[in-house]
Structure formats: structure tokens, C-alpha cells
């Protein structure tokens, strides 16, 4: 690609995927955000196929670049049908070795995201229900790193409680690439790291919110708690 970085051994590129095997691709070290202009239409593509977000595709960062853009469009590890999922208007399957979501109505696959997921699989697998929703979820052990501030986990959907009695949920947060949570579920939302980490000045990606309208609806601001579980959704994790 015009103006690309060159390419530096695969080795550098250390997160894997089973998922990498579909598409061709060399590993590239960015240089700068022209590095990341240089990929033009396919630079949404291509963070999701890395699962990274752009704050932690600059500064040297090693990115897998394919050979052929157009080989990235559409990309999803996740199955377009899904049998479990036929009985259900909404069914959220999370593959951590792949660290993508697929959202599905009646068994077909509506979309799928990238995720990050907990670092040494403290991310429980089984089958979960939506316990709670908060449109402005705080985290109340954690802080954004160097400060007083709670974590920001909006567009929270509370999944499960772990032994500590703390909750798990899907959330809004910085995406580096790999599994790096405590246990919830992250996604993209550019809008809460240019209003908390002043980067990226233009928010495009916003798949904490797409996930929690699709489940909610898109006036679904006021939170609430759903003791038996959200009807009519099953969370999948494996």
C-alpha cells in the first residue's frame, strides 16, 4: 500500500488468532498515523481484524497488514448460523480464542465485534443471562491507569457475578489487541477514550453501543436490573 511502513518478520506481531490462517498478511511496524492513513477505506478492517483500537496502533505498535485489502472486508472468525441460537431473538456467542463476539437473531448472525476479553481466561466460559444494564457504568475497584478516575465501562450489560461478588459485564474500553480485562468483555468506543484519554480526535468506532442498543433498544438510558435474567437472550461463552 502507498506509503506503508515496511514490513518486519511475523514474529513481531505476537497476538494470534485461529483466524489468521484466512487471509494472507505481513506484519508491519507503525510509524505514524500516515502509516495508518496509508490503508484508507480498509483501516476499520483492519483493527478489527488486529482487535485493536487506533490509541494503541501508533507509537511503534506491529500490526497484521494483508497482502490483499479487499481480502479483509467483512472479515468475521464467527459462524453465519448458529443452531443453539434458533430459539432465540437474541443470542450473543464470545469465542475468547478468537476474541470476537457473533450477535445473533434466531441462529443467524446480525454482526460480529471484536472483544477483549480477561487476561489469563478469567473470563468464565458457560451460558450466562443479562442481569443489569447502565448506560454510564463506572468501575468501582478499578481507575483509569495514573489517575483517581473510576474506569468507564459504559454501555454496561452485567452478564454474570464472579466469586468476589463482583460483577462481569460487557462494556466500553481501550482495546490493545489481546485479552486484557479482569474478567468483563470490552469493545470499542472511541467517544469515551477522546473524552477521557484526548485520542482519537474524530470517534468512529462504537461497538459498545451498537452491542447494548441492539439487546435494549436505542432509548434505553435508565438503568436496570433484571433479577431472572433479560427474556428472550442468552449470553454463550467459550
Not at 42 to 61: E, K, P, Q, S, T
Not at 151 to 162: I, R
Request: glycine content about 8%; some cysteine; overall charge neutral.
Amino acid at each position: 500500500m502507498s506509503g506503508q511502513s515496511a514490513a518486519v518478520s511475523k514474529t513481531h506481531c505476537q497476538a494470534s488468532f485461529p483466524s489468521d490462517e484466512r487471509v494472507a498478511w505481513t506484519c508491519v511496524q507503525v510509524t505514524g498515523e500516515k502509516t495508518l492513513t496509508a490503508l484508507g477505506p480498509y483501516l476499520w478492517d483492519v483493527l478489527r481484524f488486529n482487535r485493536i483500537d487506533r490509541m494503541h496502533a501508533l507509537r511503534g505498535a506491529y500490526l497484521k497488514v494483508p497482502v490483499m485489502p479487499s481480502d479483509m472486508v467483512g472479515f468475521t472468525p464467527m459462524p453465519t448460523t448458529l443452531a443453539q441460537a434458533k430459539e432465540y431473538p437474541r443470542y450473543i456467542l464470545v469465542d475468547r480464542a478468537e476474541e470476537f463476539l457473533g450477535a445473533y437473531e434466531f441462529g443467524a448472525l446480525k454482526f460480529s465485534l471484536p472483544v477483549a476479553t480477561g487476561r489469563h481466561n478469567s473470563t468464565p466460559a458457560g451460558i450466562f443471562h443479562i442481569l443489569a444494564r447502565d448506560r454510564w457504568h463506572r468501575s468501582s475497584p478499578y481507575t483509569i491507569s495514573g489517575t483517581d478516575i473510576p474506569y468507564p465501562m459504559f454501555w454496561g450489560m452485567k452478564f454474570s457475578t464472579a466469586g468476589s461478588g463482583r460483577g462481569l459485564w460487557f462494556h466500553s474500553r481501550d482495546m490493545p489487541g489481546y485479552p486484557a480485562s479482569h474478567g468483563c468483555i470490552g469493545l470499542y468506543d472511541e467517544e469515551m477514550q477522546a473524552r477521557f484519554y484526548k485520542y482519537p480526535p474524530d470517534p468512529h468506532l462504537m461497538d459498545s453501543k451498537r452491542l447494548y442498543q441492539w439487546v435494549f433498544g436505542e432509548n434505553a438510558e435508565t438503568p436496570q436490573v433484571y433479577p431472572k435474567g433479560l427474556d428472550g437472550i442468552l449470553v454463550e461463552i467459550k
